[in-house]
T-cell receptor, first 118, second 112 residues
Framework: AQTVTQSQPEMSVQEAETVTLSCTYD???????LFWYKQPPSRQMILVIR??????QNATENRFSVNFQKAAKSFSLKISDSQLGDTAMYFC???????????????FGKGTHLIIQP | KAGVTQTPRYLIKTRGQQVTLSCSPI?????VSWYQQTPGQGLQFLFE???????NKGNFPGRFSGRQFSNSRSEMNVSTLELGDSALYLC???????????FGQGTRLTVV
């Protein structure tokens, strides 16, 4: 079974600063997908970024980028120029590829509560 | 394009009752999965449907069941409700088995 660990329950930074959220995972799979989701107070889960394990290049989406270290099983999220609207719970998630046996669904970490201070 | 729609948004039920939650996926998406979110256990995978077939199920008792219709809409049912079933139930849809999941706003179930 896969496990996902987010070691920072809560983080607080000033607006416009850069912040990095940590995530480690454990799996025996070689091919898989990693995601960061954001859950603001509205409770809707919003996909932030996706990384395929077979890709060495780190994914980026505007102010969001990841540092994917496959050998270390580490998948951190960097938010640049943080904004008040970035305040939310951030979840790291793992997914095995689906196929004939079906998809396992996402395995989530416990989340990091990120607070952006004005 | 409309997002994932879950109904109802809020529910209050009594122990022992049963409940049915509904999820309408994004148009064209064929995979629907369900998650339970609680403060203690976090987000846990319930089950996943693809083309009306349950492809996989998480570690939940048989009281939790679901189905998917030919238009990809999905329902989940919880029978004999327990206090511990109080949670936010999230539905997610994706185009295929290996594509990213898009979530609805959830149904907040309170069992009293």
């Amino acid at each position: 079974a896969q496990t996902v660990t987010q070691s920072q329950p809560e983080m607080s930074v000033q607006e416009a600063e850069t912040v990095t959220l940590s995530c480690t995972y454990d799996t025996s799979e070689n091919n898989y997908y990693l995601f960061w989701y954001k859950q603001p107070p509205s409770r809707q889960m919003i996909l932030v970024i996706r990384q395929e394990a077979y890709k060495q290049q780190n994914a980026t989406e505007n102010r969001f980028s990841v540092n994917f270290q496959k050998a270390a099983k580490s998948f951190s999220l960097k938010i640049s120029d943080s904004q008040l609207g970035d305040t939310a719970m951030y979840f790291c998630a793992f997914m095995r590829p689906g196929g004939v046996r079906g998809a396992d669904g996402l395995t989530f970490g416990k989340g990091t509560h990120l607070i952006i201070q004005p | 394009k409309a997002g994932v729609t879950q109904t109802p948004r809020y529910l209050i039920k009594t122990r022992g009752q049963q409940v049915t939650l509904s999820c309408s996926p994004i148009s064209g998406h064929r995979s629907v999965s369900w998650y339970q979110q609680t403060p203690g256990q976090g987000l846990q995978f319930l089950f996943e449907y693809f083309s009306e077939t349950q492809r996989n199920k998480g570690n939940f008792p048989g009281r939790f069941s679901g189905r998917q219709f030919s238009n990809s809409r999905s329902e989940m049912n919880v029978s004999t409700l327990e206090l511990g079933d109080s949670a936010l139930y999230l539905c997610a849809s994706s185009f295929g088995l290996n594509t990213e999941a898009f979530f609805g706003q959830g149904t907040r179930l309170t069992v009293v």
